[in-house]
């Protein structure tokens, strides 16, 4: 997916305000590091409109199966 496409989904998303449009982003990127890979634009977006919840724990896909 090229980065104005995920920008036009976001701002669409963001901009719906007449609708619930839920939206799920899934990262290992911390949001510093969200600005740093990404155009300002779709930080601030991603910052401004979106709660963000952090998930600690082991990666399952990385332990072997029993």
């Known amino acids: ?3 104005s496409e995920l920008f036009t989904i976001l701002n669409t998303r963001i901009l719906n305000l007449n609708k619930i449009t839920k939206t799920i982003i899934s990262t290992n990127l911390n949001i510093n590091d969200i600005f740093k890979f990404y155009e300002e634009r779709l930080g601030s977006r991603i910052a401004g409109f979106y709660d963000i919840y952090y998930f600690f ?10």
Not at 57 to 66: E, F, I, N, Q, V
């Open 1 to 3: 997916m090229k980065l």
């Open 57 to 66: 724990g082991d990666d399952l896909r990385l332990k072997k199966k029993d």
